[in-house]
């Protein structure tokens, strides 16, 4: 579905990514982890088309990403940010409606009606009460739920998320990704998501792919990437590391205390530049 070879970025003479490679099949959730300022947005932009790499290749379906029109990009994939729709003067159902654009000709017209699309979309997210209402008139989770609502109307073949539960507490986390999860199954879509919660990730990801100081460190299943020793390693906290009593994701346990102080990480960092 989408191979990535040798991937490098910098910004400013900065590297920011350095030879990064993978891929992800048709139907995989792959889930891109690390911490803050290892890379992994810019890592999305350039699998979005929006930045280019300074060396390394993407390919979608065995085709470079940047042969791709814009317009057929936007039938391939399709990308949900991690804020909510901005509370702007559009009604659910036209925000939904803009999703179909990859399909329309310069008149907005469709060869299909979409109609029905809109509608089932609008069901499965229960927005159907919200259809006719602005988006300033919902809340920041309703929000997201449009925007997933937006995305689903491209009908893309490629998913990309960019920390799409961040705002949301823990119920509406749960709905998003669920609520992913069923579309993925049902259209065998591929899934590529940049996820904060480790915790989250295990549960939701078939593979993870921990990016630290713009390298991979590892690439591997939830339970060969979240590694006592590599967490701490990474995230300069020791956490405990368990298995989840009903599905058997690795789960992450904090310690409270366990973190690394500034000195210690700075100590540890001179080492490493000795060695």
């Not at 069901?123 to 259809?131: D, H, K, N, S, V």
Request: net charge negative; glycine share 8%; hydrophobic share 40%.
């Amino acid at each position: 579905m989408i191979e990535v070879s040798g991937l490098s970025k910098s910004f400013d003479a900065k590297s920011v990514l350095n030879e990064i490679s993978f891929s992800a099949s048709e139907g995989e959730t792959l889930g891109i982890i690390g911490p803050n300022g290892s890379g992994k947005s810019t890592l999305l932009k350039m699998l979005s088309g929006v930045e280019h790499a300074d060396s390394g290749d993407i390919r979608l379906g065995g085709k470079p990403i940047r042969a791709y029109p814009r317009k057929e990009l936007a039938k391939w994939l399709a990308v949900l940010q991690q804020d909510a729709l901005p509370p702007v003067g559009f009604t659910v159902r036209e925000v939904l409606e803009m999703g179909r654009y990859p399909f329309q000709n310069w008149l907005g017209d469709e060869p299909e009606d979409s109609s029905g699309l809109i509608d089932d979309i609008l069901a499965e997210l229960r927005l159907t009460p919200f259809a006719e209402r602005t988006l300033e008139h919902l809340s920041g989770g309703e929000r997201q739920r449009v925007a997933l609502g937006k995305v689903m109307a491209q009908q893309p073949r490629l998913l990309l998320l960019d920390e799409p539960t961040t705002y949301l507490d823990i119920g509406y986390q749960m709905q998003m990704m669920d609520t992913v999860r069923r579309w993925q199954e049902e259209q065998k879509l591929t899934v590529v998501a940049v996820l904060h919660d480790l915790n989250l990730a295990a549960q939701y990801c078939d593979r993870l792919l921990l990016i630290h100081r713009g390298r991979i460190a590892r690439l591997g299943t939830p339970w060969e990437v979240l590694d006592r020793e590599l967490i701490l390693e990474v995230y300069e906290t020791e956490p405990i590391v368990t298995a989840h009593p009903v599905t058997g994701a690795p789960q992450l346990l904090l310690q409270p205390g366990a973190a690394l102080s500034l000195r210690e990480e700075a100590v540890s960092l001179a080492e490493k530049a000795n060695v």
